[in-house]
């Protein structure tokens, strides 16, 4: 691994101020996968290759235009992981044999939505993990495939409206608990992130690109079209997400799930939910309390296991 | 009789809600999501009695499509591209199974590099697979064709799979007037569900897709999927008159315009042969003989029915949206096929490659085709495939390399350029 | 055959523009082909779509490159080459342009053979993203222009077209709409169809034998980083944010973290500086930044005032 002088991120005054993913992408305006991800190149610089699986992010390098400064390869939508591996074990073999130089070595990351990740790149997933793979993975996930329009994807969230669930109850089904099925694969490092919290990000970052093996992490992305609301308040629903419980930022490492922050007084989550069009009929034409009440019930049956 | 306007996509799921389909495995990708999109709203607001489920892959949804279809239900899914080729280890098994269902395949260039638009790669990797193809010219067709497509992989003496293909954009994005068939007479043309000895019951064992080991019995079941398929240029023609007397509609396995005297002939497949429609009107205009072939039946081909179009014309231009890499255009080497040894062949039969990725084909280029092949009948000489590209588009490839700073990766190409000159 | 292309940007309902105008056409009795054009399919970012109409089926296919109408939206939309407004227009098209400036300034701005007409802009709403009725006002004037398609007529196919948006939005949509095609009656009939493209005298492709290349260029790859930096993506901008630097604290890490494109450097001095090449103005820096020191106004404006020679940037401390 690369070792550089290590930064400290104390206080988001020591957040980078040069920004290291090009502008110019076609990625929504507010995109809250976007914000995860340059905040964390600006962390990772430019010796990385990112391998990716078809989403939206996939759009990030459109012919001849790319926002990187090292490495992009887009594989397929299932196989981003095997991509990975295919990567990193050819520079290991050129590091050996003396054909690449410890300068130009590069750290491998596969980012993909939560449509790969959650679903059909499981496999490939699972199976760079049993090889302990030398990686680190993100997911940036918007609850849904946003790339073909937000049909439900296995990382929607109960209730959702998406375009393959327009009941009037939304999505039926319940968000998979994907950072608890990494972890069992004991990776060396599975964590939680949001944009909306860039210290606590940019602190794991940091403590990740100091480790080997497979590194894992989900951003909780908000999505503007997806999710239904102005793309202005990206931040502030990512923050709310964190302040009502609704996305727990956790890391698991040694073999323990510690939380990296925990709300001491949760807000309620209707102040999350009622600011997202996906989210509008358990308030119009008239309040769902009950639905509203089993997502706080769910949310708060999690928190009270939790003690670190 | 309602006449509306719709995309390709929904008349492709009203294809299937007049079906009366029980079951859609579905899984989204561009550019046919809105099929299933259309789907979930009807099913969730009463308005079609089916289940639909979200698999997490192609490759699951094709598996879940063929064995549903194994256990007793009518089934229909889509797909395109990427998803078609990622399923595609089912897509030959499911085929094998001996199971009818219709899936669309909403066309689109093939990864690498991965686009949107259009183009015939996908559904040609599935020509050798054992479904039947319906290749769609316009959204009326769509709906029309999903109904026939279930007579045809439901009839007693076919029973496979079958492809409704639409053009992604030109197609499935695209609102035209359909006539809606009636939903009755759309139930009663494609008839009750009859799974016959298809379906797990508790009451009866079945073992089904069984391994089989030896030639001879592996060979036994793969000839008879083929001359099932075959079997669909025997039982098409009476099924397309039940259509065309029930519907007033008449779809032949080759749509033919212009052609009882045309010396030249386009053959295209797909929706851009609409375009070739223009062409044909033009160039008539201008004087010419000009006719149009197009294959609406890719799978089976219909040899006999080619041979019959096309012998006694002077020349064919065969335009190909799809490129089989180092042979060159898939549907001019089958035409070449179906036309070898056959008396009066027309002496040219060329091969233009377009379309590539959404690419369009202008009338101009039609005009020029046409030129090229009188011509080239004309001198007794047989033109070299053409692949449609023009200096304009170069010159923006250029730019578009600058950007990229392709010379930067270019270590070999004074030496390429020495060699050649070596040669001279 | 009428053909006819609308450009707009995202969120401006230039898809349901074609579609109110491919019923109303419909309902007339024609056979109609109506398609939007997806791009990058984003908010603010310049789209287009299209409709064909003509008593016999239309077999013509793909975007529209002679047109016999061109509808702009957003009139911030002609001088950007990547809109495409300008292409295939000639002396036959008919050009209807919403926007404040006169028929006469844009014909002598654009140089152009074609005829202008101008939809007088309506401003309720400062963010164009967000105007409403535009979709069903541009669909309003093209139906009036061509002549064919009746008062009536046009306003059932708007009904039908956003009944799923319930009575009231139908209604609102319908009064502006039809102020709108009655806008137009000086000009009825000014756009006129076009036909089948001669066969005898035509341009010949430019066709070239495609040479062969190395796979070190022809391969699909790019050699050079950060090229994404020559799309200017702060053309999809309908709202601009303006850095108030006597009320900015310096806290850059807020502002400049938070913009999700990474669009708001630091310069020298500390102080945030918005890349207006690149903001996409999603306006997240609006809402973040802690002494309220960035406001939103109208792209537009922004631009007038520049051209005005107006600086809206303030001192920077």
């Known amino acids: 691994m690369i070792k550089e002088s290590l930064v400290h991120f104390h206080r988001m005054k020591d957040m980078p101020s040069s920004h290291l993913l090009g502008t110019g992408t076609p990625m929504c305006a507010g995109c809250g996968g976007l914000e995860a991800l340059h905040n964390m190149y600006d962390i990772l610089g430019e010796k990385t290759v990112f391998v990716n ?25 299932a196989s981003a992981p095997a991509g990975a591996q295919g990567v990193r074990d050819a520079m290991d073999i050129r590091l050996q044999k003396k054909k690449l130089s410890e300068d130009d070595n590069m750290e491998v990351v596969v980012v993909t939505g939560d449509g790969s990740a959650y679903g059909m790149g499981l496999s490939a997933t699972s199976g760079a993990i049993d090889r302990n793979l030398d990686f680190i993975y993100l997911c940036y996930d918007n609850e849904g495939y946003g790339n073909t329009g937000q049909q439900y994807s296995a990382a929607t969230p109960h209730a959702a409206i998406t375009s393959t669930s327009k009941g009037s109850h939304g999505y039926p089904g319940f968000k998979k608990d994907l950072f608890s099925i990494w972890a069992a694969n004991r990776p060396a490092y599975v964590a939680t992130i949001i944009g909306a919290e860039s210290l606590d990000l940019a602190k794991k970052i940091e403590k990740l690109k100091t480790m080997k093996g497979p590194r894992m992490l989900i951003a909780l992305a908000p999505c503007p079209p997806g999710w239904d609301y102005d793309p202005k308040l990206s931040v502030e629903i990512g923050r709310l997400a964190v302040q009502t419980g609704v996305w727990p930022l956790k890391e698991y490492i040694d073999g323990k799930v510690v939380h990296t922050k925990i709300p001491r007084q949760r807000k309620p989550v209707e102040e999350y939910l009622k600011l997202q069009g996906r989210f509008k009929h358990l308030f119009h034409p008239q309040r769902d309390e009950q639905g509203i009440a089993e997502i706080q019930a769910r949310i708060d049956a999690y928190w009270e296991k939790v003690t670190e | ?23 859609i495995p579905a899984f989204p990708i561009t550019p046919q999501t809105e099929i299933i999109e259309d789907i979930s709203i009807w099913i969730d607001n009463g308005e079609m009695d089916a289940r639909m489920v979200t698999l997490e892959s192609e490759h699951s949804m094709i598996t879940a499509a063929g064995s549903a279809a194994s256990s007793g239900v009518r089934v229909f899914t889509s797909t395109s591209s990427q998803g078609l080729l990622y399923g595609m280890e089912m897509v030959y098994t499911v085929a094998g199974w001996r199971v009818p269902f219709v899936m669309i395949n909403v066309s689109r260039g093939l990864s690498a590099p991965i686009t949107l638009e259009p183009d015939h790669n996908d559904i040609m990797a599935a020509r050798d697979s054992g479904f039947l193809q319906i290749h769609c010219a316009t959204c009326q067709e769509i709906t029309d064709s999903v109904l026939m497509a279930y007579r045809l992989a439901e009839h007693k003496e076919i029973r ?3 492809i409704v293909n639409q053009d992604g954009f030109y197609l499935s994005f695209t609102r035209e007037p359909v006539e809606l068939p009636d939903a009755d007479k759309a139930a009663a043309f494609v008839g009750e ?23 001879g019995p592996y060979s036994y079941f793969r000839y008879e999927a083929h001359l099932a398929v075959q079997r669909v240029l025997s039982v098409y023609d009476e099924i397309a008159d039940e259509f065309a007397d029930t519907f007033g509609r008449r779809y032949d396995m080759i749509d033919n315009y212009q052609m009882d005297d045309a010396e030249y002939v386009f053959v295209m497949m797909g929706s851009f042969a609409t375009k070739a429609h223009d062409a044909v009107d033009s160039l008539r205009n201008a004087g010419w003989k000009v006719g149009l072939a197009r294959l609406r039946i890719f799978r089976p081909f219909p040899q006999e029915k080619i041979r019959q179009l096309l012998t006694g014309r002077r020349a064919v231009a065969v335009i190909d949206q799809n490129i089989s890499m180092g042979m060159g255009g ?19 039969l060329a091969s233009y490659i377009g379309g590539l990725g959404g690419r369009d084909i202008s009338q101009q280029e039609f005009f020029e085709m046409i030129n090229e092949i009188k011509q080239a009948c004309d001198k007794g000489e047989i033109p070299h495939p053409r692949l449609l590209y023009t200096q304009n588009e170069l010159t923006e490839m250029r730019k578009l390399q600058a950007i ?7 270590i070999n190409q004074s030496e390429i350029k020495q060699k050649e000159t070596n040669k001279k | 055959m009428f053909r006819i ?24 009795g024609y056979e109609v082909q109506d398609a939007p054009r997806y791009g990058a399919e984003r908010r603010g970012a310049p789209i287009f779509a299209y409709v064909r109409a003509d008593k016999s089926p239309v077999n013509e296919r793909g975007v529209i490159s002679h047109p016999d109408l061109v509808v702009v939206s957003d009139d911030t939309l002609v001088g950007m080459p990547a809109a495409g407004v300008m292409q295939g227009i000639n002396q036959h098209t008919v050009m209807l342009i919403n926007s404040h400036e006169s028929a006469k300034t844009w014909q002598h701005r654009l140089n152009t053979r074609a005829t202008i007409i101008i939809l007088p802009a309506r401003e309720d709403v400062e963010d164009r993203a967000e105007l409403p009725y535009i979709g069903s006002s541009c669909a309003a004037a093209c139906a009036a222009l061509t002549n064919v398609i009746s008062r009536d007529v046009f306003a059932r196919a708007l009904t039908e077209e956003l009944e799923h948006l319930g009575d009231d939005i139908v209604k609102q949509n319908l009064d502006i709409a039809l102020t709108a095609f009655d806008a137009m009656s000086p000009h009825v009939g000014i756009v006129k169809q076009s036909g089948l493209p001669s066969a005898t005298d035509y341009k010949k492709p430019e066709w070239i034998e495609l040479p062969y290349e190395s796979a070190a260029i022809s391969a699909p790859a790019i050699h050079a980083g950060v090229t994404s930096v020559e799309v200017r993506t702060g053309l999809w901008r309908t709202m601009r944010p303006i850095i108030n630097y006597e009320k900015c604290s310096g806290c850059w890490w807020i502002c400049s973290t938070y913009c999700p494109d990474g669009a708001i450097n630091v310069s020298a001095e500390g102080l945030p500086d918005i890349d207006y090449e690149h903001c996409k103005g999603c306006l997240v820096c609006v809402a973040q930044c802690p002494p309220d020191a960035i406001e939103a106004i109208p792209e537009h404006v922004a631009k007038e005032q520049e051209m005005s020679g107006v600086s809206f940037s303030g001192d920077k401390a």
Not at chain 1, 61 to 68: A, D, H, L, N, R
């Open chain 1, 53 to 77: 699986a078809a989403g939206c992010m996939t759009l990030l390098s459109v012919y001849p235009f790319t926002p990187f400064r090292g490495g992009w390869l887009y594989t397929a939508m």
């Open chain 2, 1 to 23: 009789m309602t006449r509306k306007l719709l995309t390709g996509n929904s008349a492709a799921a009203w294809g299937a809600r007049l079906a009366q389909v029980d079951y």
């Open chain 2, 160 to 162: 496979v799979p079958a």
């Open chain 2, 193 to 215: 569900f009859d799974p016959e000895n298809l379906q797990f019951k508790g009451s009866a064992p079945l073992s089904q897709a069984m391994a089989v080991l030896g030639g």
């Open chain 2, 330 to 348: 898939v549907l001019h080497s089958e035409f070449a096929t179906a036309l070898y040894g056959m008396k009066d062949a027309p002496a040219v």
């Open chain 2, 404 to 410: 990229a700073q392709a010379e930067h990766a270019d």
């Open chain 3, 5 to 28: 292309r609308f450009h707009g940007r995202g969120g401006q309902g230039m898809k349901t523009a074609s579609r109110i105008l491919g019923t109303a056409f419909f309902m007339e």
